[in-house]
Nanobody, 126 residues
Framework: QVAVVESGGGLVQPGGSLRLSCAAS????????MAWFRQTPGMEREFVAA????????DYADSVKGRFTVSRDSAKSTMYLQMNNLKPEDTATYYC???????????????????WGQGTQVTVSS
């Protein structure tokens, strides 16, 4: 069965950096769209970044452009999110989503993804 597991979250000070990982297993994901979303209590799940075409294309939310970078290791079915210059408003639970039949134009809509990880907590605080 398909499993999606995030890791790398933690507590950092404003201006610090973290690298998140998302590993997918139980299938073939070379052509899959893999994405990061985040969510805080009482808020809707928010799109952060997506990777498609084996890492050949990427998209970012305006709030993280220039600070976050998504990358892909297709051989390991793993996606990474390098987060630099973190801000308190980046505090959230970060989720990895995977779909093997994604229409690229729908990449920022959570309900179109088939598989989700359990999330990893990122806290940015002094």
């Amino acid at each position: 069965q398909v499993a999606v597991v995030e890791s790398g979250g933690g507590l950092v000070q404003p201006g610090g950096s973290l690298r998140l990982s998302c590993a997918a297993s139980g299938g073939t994901f070379r052509m899959a769209t893999m994405a990061w979303f985040r969510q805080t209590p009482g808020m809707e799940r928010e799109f952060v970044a997506a990777s498609g075409r084996n890492g050949g294309v990427a998209d970012y939310a305006d709030s993280v452009k220039g600070r976050f970078t998504v990358s892909r290791d297709s051989a390991k079915s793993t996606m990474y999110l390098q987060m630099n210059n973190l801000k308190p408003e980046d505090t959230a639970t970060y989720y990895c989503a995977v779909d093997r039949n994604m229409i690229w134009g729908l990449r920022s809509i959570p309900r179109h993804y088939d598989y989700w990880g359990q999330g990893t907590q990122v806290t940015v605080s002094s």
